[in-house]
C-alpha cells in the first residue's frame, strides 16, 4: 500500500515539474518575438480582446473593404482604374487606398511602409469619421527611396488586414507618371 501511494505522489510531483518546465519555455520564447517584433517596427498583436486598444481579428478584417495601391485617388478618396498600378518612380506618390463604410467612427487605421531589406521607412495612422466611405494614405516624399521592393502594411488597432506590395523602379515602368506630370 505505501508503495502504491508513494509511486502516486511521484507522478503528481512529475507532472506538476514537467507543466512547469514548459511554462518556463514559452516565457523565454516571448521576449524573443517581441524583440523581433520591435526590429521591424511592426505592432504587436495584443492577446485578448479586453483592452480597449485591442481590436478583434474578426471584425479588424471586416471594417476594410476593397484596399487598392496607385498614384493618385479621386473626389472620394478611392484610387480610381487608370491611377491603378504598383510600379512607382522614385519621388512618385503612392497611395494605399481602402473602403472603411463598415467601420466605427474613431476606429485607428494605421498603414506601415516598408522598403528594402524590410527598412521601415514611413507610418501614419488615420481615424474613420462617421460617415466616411473611403480612407486614403500617401506616401509623397519618396524622392529618397531606392529602386527595390516595398510593401505597405494596413493594420487597424493591433490587427493587420492587409498588405500591398509595389516597387520603386525607372521612371519609364512606373504607374501613371506620364499621365501625372501632364498636369503639373
Not at 524583440?35 to 492577446?47: H, L, Y
Not at 510593401?151 to 525607372?170: H, L, S
Given at each position: 500500500?505505501?508503495?502504491?501511494?508513494?509511486?502516486?505522489?511521484?507522478?503528481?510531483?512529475?507532472?506538476?515539474?514537467?507543466?512547469?518546465?514548459?511554462?518556463?519555455?514559452?516565457?523565454?520564447?516571448?521576449?524573443?518575438?517581441?524583440?523581433?517584433?520591435?526590429?521591424?517596427?511592426?505592432?504587436?498583436?495584443?492577446?485578448?480582446?479586453?483592452?480597449?486598444?485591442?481590436?478583434?481579428?474578426?471584425?479588424?478584417?471586416?471594417?476594410?473593404?476593397?484596399?487598392?495601391?496607385?498614384?493618385?485617388?479621386?473626389?472620394?478618396?478611392s484610387i480610381p482604374a487608370d491611377k491603378l498600378g504598383?510600379?512607382?518612380?522614385?519621388?512618385?506618390?503612392?497611395?494605399?487606398?481602402?473602403?472603411?463604410?463598415?467601420?466605427?467612427?474613431?476606429?485607428?487605421?494605421?498603414?506601415?511602409?516598408?522598403?528594402?531589406?524590410?527598412?521601415?521607412?514611413?507610418?501614419?495612422?488615420?481615424?474613420?469619421?462617421?460617415?466616411?466611405?473611403?480612407?486614403?494614405?500617401?506616401a509623397t516624399d519618396t524622392k529618397s527611396w531606392k529602386k527595390?521592393?516595398?510593401?505597405?502594411?494596413?493594420?487597424?488597432?493591433?490587427?493587420?488586414?492587409?498588405?500591398?506590395?509595389?516597387?520603386?523602379?525607372?521612371?519609364?515602368?512606373?504607374?501613371?507618371?506620364?499621365?501625372?506630370?501632364?498636369?503639373?
Open positions: 500500500m505505501k508503495k502504491s501511494v508513494s509511486l502516486g505522489v511521484a507522478a503528481a510531483v512529475a507532472s506538476v515539474l514537467m507543466l512547469s518546465g514548459c511554462g518556463r519555455e514559452e516565457a523565454s520564447e516571448a521576449p524573443t518575438a517581441a524583440a523581433d517584433t520591435a526590429a521591424t517596427g511592426t505592432p504587436a498583436e495584443q492577446p485578448g480582446t479586453e483592452s480597449t486598444a485591442d481590436t478583434s481579428p474578426v471584425n479588424a478584417q471586416t471594417w476594410i473593404d476593397d484596399v487598392t495601391i496607385g498614384a493618385g485617388v479621386g473626389a472620394d478618396g504598383d510600379d512607382f518612380a522614385p519621388g512618385q506618390e503612392v497611395h494605399v487606398a481602402m473602403e472603411v463604410g463598415d467601420a466605427p467612427a474613431d476606429a485607428a487605421v494605421k498603414v506601415i511602409w516598408f522598403g528594402p531589406n524590410e527598412t521601415k521607412v514611413g507610418e501614419e495612422t488615420k481615424n474613420v469619421t462617421t460617415g466616411q466611405k473611403y480612407l486614403d494614405f500617401a527595390g521592393d516595398y510593401r505597405a502594411e494596413v493594420w487597424v488597432g493591433d490587427e493587420k488586414v492587409n498588405e500591398q506590395q509595389f516597387n520603386v523602379t525607372d521612371a519609364s515602368k512606373a504607374a501613371n507618371l506620364g499621365e501625372k506630370s501632364d498636369r503639373g
